[in-house]
């Protein structure tokens, strides 16, 4: 039996799909876990929602983010290292798919700062916290679909400006940023107690890419290919297994799926592409 009780876990995204199934387990199991989310009314409610079915009470609140914003990172850390005094598990969770490119305020395109730099700066400024605690997790949800960066990343062109935009290949690349991420941040980050792996959940009917993001024609596919995807439960075992599973206690800078050792492509084994794209953040993110 896995016993988490005096465990804080921090879940972006956790209002909804895969995300609000990884906090309901983990709540399950015993752990103080904090929802980052943007929208405060679908947050509230999914805390009511996570209380109610697991009894966890007060172990289960919510802390705004905005992960399109630097600022609301820096707020969200500033707050939740106010809050408690470590972190157990980190899930990076959050994410997106956008039809068109669309600027964040501190000008980055949309895709690479949520899905990647925003979860860099997190995880950074919550080093500390992890720190704190002698086997703390860091679980970053990646994809399949890292293999739509055919091409591997253009270190000089991560915000999309110089090439015509296209929808899955930038999310391709944030899922690619993701793996390089996990694998640099397990050398980095050696000897530290800290572990990081990153997950691939699988084709999920959750609300992802059907919220207008890729358009009418995203919603009809979505419809569409429904039926024959797996549940927000189904979905969430793989990030529940890297965040809890004692065979995992000392495991750091893997690729997980099916709640397993995966092989991600040869691209997302590229140590000097790691290690630039973990340069090019820190500056553009000023932390790392």
């Given at each position: ?116 730099l925003s ?22 949800v990646a ?56 997950v691939h ?88």
């Amino acid at each position: 039996m896995i016993d988490l009780d005096g465990k804080i876990a921090v879940v972006t995204g956790g209002n909804s799909g895969i995300g609000k199934e990884t906090a309901v387990a983990l709540a399950n199991l015993g752990a103080t876990v904090v929802i980052a989310a943007r929208n405060a009314t679908k947050a509230a409610a999914a805390v009511k929602e996570i209380q109610e079915r697991t009894g966890a009470g007060e172990r289960v609140r919510t802390m705004p983010i905005d992960l399109a914003s630097f600022a609301s990172v820096h707020a969200f850390a500033t707050a939740f290292t106010g809050a408690y005094d470590r972190c157990d598990i980190l899930c990076n969770n959050a994410g997106l798919v956008l039809r068109k490119r669309i600027e964040t305020e501190d000008g980055h395109e949309s895709t690479f700062q949520i899905n990647h730099l925003s979860h860099f700066l997190l995880t950074n400024l919550l080093r500390e916290h992890l720190a704190r605690t002698d086997s703390a997790r860091v679980v970053t949800v990646a994809s399949e679909a890292h293999k739509f960066a055919r091409k591997g990343l253009v270190l000089d062109d991560l915000d999309w400006n110089r090439r015509r935009y296209r929808a899955f290949a930038a999310y391709g690349a944030s899922k690619l940023e993701n793996i390089l991420f996990t694998r640099e941040l397990a050398k980095r980050w050696e000897g530290s107690g800290i572990t990081a792996n990153a997950v691939h959940p699988g084709f999920v009917g959750s609300n992802f890419g059907r919220e207008n993001d890729l358009g009418a024609l995203g919603n009809v596919y979505m419809r569409i290919a429904r039926p024959f995807a797996k549940s927000n439960a189904q979905g969430a075992l793989t990030s529940i297994y890297a965040c809890t599973s004692p065979q995992l206690e000392n495991v750091t800078g893997r690729y997980l799926a099916r709640s397993a050792f995966a092989t991600p492509n040869k691209r997302a084994g590229d140590d000097t592409t790691a290690a630039k794209l973990w340069q090019i953040s820190a500056e553009l993110t000023g932390v790392g």
